[in-house]
C-alpha cells in the first residue's frame, strides 16, 4: 500500500446533504410565482418596487458585512428573502425611495442589530415594514387596483417621488378588501380574493400562489407547516364562532383567511425558523397567538388589517414561548428538572 | 417475529449503504503475521500480563489476567512469540501498554480449552465469572465489559433479557451475518445468559431491514427458554440501549440510570454468540467478525479477524482505493476516524470503513444557527441541540448540564446529521461532557 495521508474529522462522518444556503434559496424559489404574478396583476409598479426592494436589503447587507470586517454574507440568500418579502407586503405604488429605506432598515434594524443571520428576534421584512408603517402612513395605504389597463404602459407617478417630499397621491388607488369591510361593510367575493382579483399589497393578494409556495417547501421540508397551518385555523375557529353569533356584524371565516396579508404572513413570515418557537408545541401555542391576535386586531383594533402587528408580537414571545414550553427529555418526569 | 410499530421517538434515517456486504457470509481473515495488542481494550482497568517477552504461546492462552471486577483478561489470538512488551498505538492517538505477538506461520492454529462453564450445573456467579474469564465486552462497540453488565445489583431484578440485533450504524452487517449464521451460539448464550441475570423471557430485537435474520431466528426458536423475536422499523440510534428498551418495552430508562432500573439488561446479539461459543469450552475470545466495507474498498466482506490484527495488514488484504481519504473503525455515525494504520483490531472494533477522497466534503460553511429545529426533532432523548450548542458556545457547561441534561446525551450524532448549518453540535456536547467531568472531579 503506498504511502496515505489520512483526512482526520470527528463523527458522524455523514451529513443530511442540506444547507442553510440550500433552504434560503428554495424559499426564494417560492416566492418567485407569487412576484411574477404581482408584476402581472400590478405592473411595472410592483416590478419596480419588489427590485428595488430586493436591491436595497441586498446592499445593505453586503455593506454592512463589509464594514464590520466580516465576510460578505449575501450568498447565503436571506437578505434575498428579506427584500422580497418586503417588497411583496408593500403596495405596488409605494415611492422607491420609501421602499430603499424600508429595505435598509429590514436589514440594519431587524437583523444586523441582532448579529445578523439566526440571531435576530423579528422578521426583518416585517420590522422594515414596521418602520414605513409608522413613517408613512398615507404611502402605505395608498393601494391600486390590480389589472388596470395601463399597467405595462406607464409608470405610476408617486413610485417617482423625490425622497423627503410629499408624495403626489395617483387617481388609481383604490380601498382593500379588508379596508372596504371595516369602513364601508362592503364584503369583497371570496373567489376574487382566492385568485388574487383585488387591490392590495404586491404579493398578498394571489392565496393560491402563496399556498402553492408554502406547499412546495413543506413538501422538501424547508418549511414547518404547523405554523401556517395553526395560525389559518385559528384565525378560521376564532372568526367563525364570531360569525356564528352574528353574521351581520362579523365577517365570514373564508372571507378573514383569504383577505389581506393573512396568507403571506401565514406560510411565510410567520413560519420564519429563526423568529419562531422551535419545539411542536411552542410552534402551535405561537400559531394560536398570531391567528388570535389578527382577528382581535382586525374586528376590534383601529386598523383593517393586523396581521404585521400579530408576527411581530408573536415574535417577540417565542424566544419566551422556547423557554416556557421545553420537550419532556428522555427518562424525565417533566420538561424542567 | 410480529413486527411491532413500535418505536421510540424522533431518531433519522441516514442512507443504510448494507447491501453491499449483508449477503456477504463471514469469511476467516487471514493471520497477521505480527499482532499488535493493547491491554485495555475495554472500559475499565487493563489486565495485568502474564508472560513474558520471547515466550511462546499457544493460541486461546492466557497474556494478561483481569485485574478487579471492571477489567477482563486477554487471551492470544495466534500460536506464535512474545516479541516484545511495550507501548502500543491505539485508536485515541495514546500510546498504551500492550504485546506485540509473532505468530507461527506454519501453526494449524488450533484453540486450547480450559475450563469449561456447565450450563446446567453452574451457578449465577460462576457463569459471570466464566463470561469475565473469557475476556468478553460489549462487540457492539463500546467495549463494556459483558460480565460487569450482566451482574444484577442488590434489590433489583430483572425481567427482560434484551438481545440487541438492530445494528442501526450505517454500512455495517456484522450482526446482521451472526444472526444468520450462528443461530445455536446466540441460542446458547442466551440460555447462559438468562441463567445468570434470572430473567423471565427473552427478546430478541431486529430492525425491518433484516427481516431474513429475524425469519431464520424464529424459525429456530428453541423450545426450552422463553425466547421471541421482535422485528421494529428502521431508524437510527435504534441500536443504542435505552432506545430499544423504549421501543419494545414501552418503557423509558430513568435519567442517568441504567437499564436495570426499568428491570432490563440489554446485550449484543454478537457478545451473545460469542458467550454461547465460548463457555461450554473454557475458552477465551481471541477473533471477532467485522465488517469492512466503504466505497474505498475493493473485497468487501465480513470477515473473523484474530484480534490484534494491524489494521494497514487488514488493509492490505482487502484492497484499498488509492484515493483512500479517510478510515473509521465503527460505522460513519459514531465510528473514530484513524489517525494512523499502525493501530490494531480491537475486541470493540465492529467495522472498518473506507470513504476516498470523493465522499469526503470537508469544506461544509457553518452558518449560525437558525432554529429550524431539524436537531429537535432528530435527537432521541429530546434534548435541544440548538440550545445547548448556544451554551457551549458560551461555555455555560454548568447550564448545559443541569437544565438541559446535557449528560444524558450519548452522543449519537444524530443533531450534527441534520444540522443545515453544519455546526458540530455532538462534537460540541462531548467536548463539554468532558470539560464538565472534569469539573466534577475537581470539585
Given at each position: ?337 | ?186 441460542f446458547m448464550g442466551i440460555r447462559y445468559l438468562m441463567k445468570a441475570t434470572q430473567a423471565k ?62 428491570n432490563a439488561v440489554v446485550v449484543n446479539v454478537a457478545t451473545t454468540a460469542e458467550i454461547g ?167
Open positions: 500500500m503506498k504511502k496515505q495521508s489520512l483526512h482526520i474529522s470527528t463523527s458522524p462522518h455523514l451529513s443530511q446533504g442540506t444547507s442553510v444556503e440550500v433552504i434560503m434559496r428554495n424559499v426564494v424559489y417560492a416566492l418567485l410565482p407569487l412576484s411574477f404574478y404581482s408584476v402581472y396583476a400590478f405592473g411595472w409598479n410592483a416590478a419596480l418596487v419588489i427590485l428595488t426592494a430586493v436591491f436595497s436589503a441586498v446592499l445593505t447587507e453586503h455593506v454592512l458585512s463589509k464594514l464590520s470586517n466580516k465576510e460578505s454574507t449575501i450568498s447565503d440568500w436571506s437578505a434575498v428573502i428579506t427584500g422580497l418579502l418586503l417588497g411583496l407586503t408593500l403596495p405596488p405604488i409605494f415611492p422607491l425611495w420609501m421602499t430603499f429605506l424600508g429595505g435598509v432598515i429590514a436589514i440594519a434594524m431587524g437583523k444586523f442589530l441582532f448579529g445578523g443571520l439566526g440571531y435576530n428576534v423579528f422578521n426583518p421584512a416585517l420590522v422594515g415594514r414596521a418602520v414605513l408603517q409608522a413613517a408613512f402612513p398615507v404611502a402605505i395605504t395608498t393601494w391600486q387596483d390590480a389589472f388596470s389597463i395601463d399597467r405595462f404602459t406607464s409608470v405610476n407617478s408617486s413610485i417617482w417621488a423625490m425622497p423627503f417630499m410629499m408624495p403626489v397621491v395617483d387617481g388609481t388607488s383604490g380601498a382593500t378588501p379588508l379596508s372596504a369591510f371595516k369602513f364601508d361593510g362592503v364584503v369583497t367575493d371570496t373567489s376574487d380574493l382566492a385568485m388574487g382579483l383585488v387591490s392590495g399589497s404586491a404579493g398578498e393578494t394571489s392565496t393560491i400562489l402563496i399556498l402553492l409556495g408554502g406547499l412546495y417547501l413543506v413538501i422538501r421540508n424547508f418549511m414547518n407547516w404547523k405554523i401556517p397551518v395553526s395560525i389559518l385555523l385559528t384565525v378560521f375557529i376564532f372568526s367563525g364562532i364570531l360569525y356564528s353569533i352574528n353574521p351581520e356584524l362579523y365577517p365570514s371565516p373564508g372571507f378573514m383567511i383569504f383577505s389581506g396579508g393573512l396568507m403571506l404572513g401565514a406560510v411565510f413570515m410567520a413560519s420564519d425558523m429563526v423568529a419562531s418557537p422551535i419545539t411542536t408545541l411552542g410552534v402551535i401555542v405561537y400559531g394560536v397567538i398570531i391567528g388570535s391576535m389578527i382577528v382581535i386586531i382586525r374586528i376590534w383594533g383601529g386598523l383593517p388589517e393586523g396581521v404585521m402587528y400579530a408576527i411581530l408580537f408573536g415574535n417577540a414571545l417565542s424566544p419566551h414561548i422556547d423557554r416556557l414550553i421545553q420537550n419532556r427529555v428522555y427518562g424525565t418526569s417533566s420538561a424542567k428538572s | 417475529m410480529l413486527l411491532t410499530q413500535n418505536t421510540f421517538k424522533h431518531g433519522i434515517h441516514p442512507p443504510e449503504n448494507k447491501d453491499e456486504t449483508k449477503g456477504l457470509p463471514i469469511r476467516q481473515f487471514s493471520f497477521a503475521p505480527l499482532l499488535i495488542l493493547p491491554l485495555s481494550q475495554h472500559i475499565g482497568k487493563a489486565g495485568k500480563i502474564v508472560v513474558r517477552e520471547g515466550q511462546e504461546v499457544v493460541r486461546g492462552q492466557l497474556l494478561a489476567e483481569s485485574d478487579g471486577f471492571l477489567s477482563v483478561p486477554l487471551h492470544s489470538p495466534v500460536s506464535g512469540t512474545v516479541k516484545k512488551i511495550a507501548n502500543v498505538p491505539t485508536l485515541s492517538g495514546k500510546m498504551t501498554p500492550g504485546i506485540y505477538l509473532e505468530s507461527f506461520p506454519s501453526s494449524t492454529q488450533e484453540i486450547i480449552e480450559g475450563e469449561a462453564v456447565d450450563l446446567e450445573s453452574a451457578s449465577v456467579d460462576e457463569i459471570i465469572n466464566g463470561i469475565q474469564q473469557a475476556g468478553i465486552v460489549g462487540l457492539g462497540g463500546a467495549a463494556f465489559p459483558t460480565h460487569a453488565k450482566i451482574k444484577i445489583p442488590e434489590g433489583k431484578h430483572c425481567d427482560t433479557l434484551i438481545i440487541n440485533g438492530i445494528e442501526c450504524e450505517p454500512y455495517l452487517t456484522t450482526d446482521h451475518r451472526v444472526m444468520l449464521e450462528q443461530d445455536q451460539d446466540i423471557e427473552c427478546i430478541i430485537g431486529i430492525e425491518a431491514n433484516k427481516q431474513d435474520a429475524a425469519d431464520y431466528l424464529s424459525a429456530k426458536l428453541p423450545k426450552d427458554i422463553p425466547v421471541s423475536v421482535k422485528v421494529v422499523p428502521v431508524k437510527y440510534p435504534q441500536g443504542a440501549e435505552k432506545m430499544l428498551i423504549t421501543a419494545l418495552l414501552g418503557k423509558e430508562v430513568p435519567s442517568g440510570g441504567l437499564p436495570i432500573e426499568v461459543r465460548l463457555l461450554p469450552h473454557g475458552r477465551g475470545i481471541q477473533e471477532r467478525v467485522i465488517t469492512v466495507t466503504g466505497p474505498g474498498v475493493i473485497n468487501k466482506g465480513n470477515y473473523l479477524v484474530p484480534i490484534g490484527t494491524p489494521l494497514r495488514f487488514l488493509l492490505d488484504r482487502v484492497g484499498v482505493d488509492e484515493n483512500m481519504s479517510e478510515v473509521y473503525m465503527g460505522g460513519p455515525m459514531m465510528g473514530m476516524a484513524v489517525a494512523n494504520l499502525d493501530i490494531s483490531i480491537v475486541k470493540g472494533t465492529s467495522a472498518v470503513v473506507v470513504f476516498t477522497s470523493k465522499e469526503i466534503n470537508s469544506n461544509h460553511k457553518v452558518y449560525p444557527c437558525i432554529k429550524c429545529g431539524a436537531c429537535v426533532d432528530a435527537c432521541p432523548l429530546s434534548l435541544n441541540p440548538s440550545k445547548l450548542g448556544l451554551l457551549a458556545k458560551f461555555e455555560s457547561y454548568d447550564k448545559m448540564a443541569a437544565e438541559y441534561h446535557l449528560m444524558d446525551c450519548f452522543e449519537c450524532g444524530s443533531c450534527s446529521y441534520v444540522c443545515p448549518s453544519h455546526i458540530p453540535l455532538v462534537q460540541y456536547f462531548r467536548l463539554s461532557k468532558s470539560i464538565i467531568r472534569k469539573q466534577n472531579v475537581k470539585s
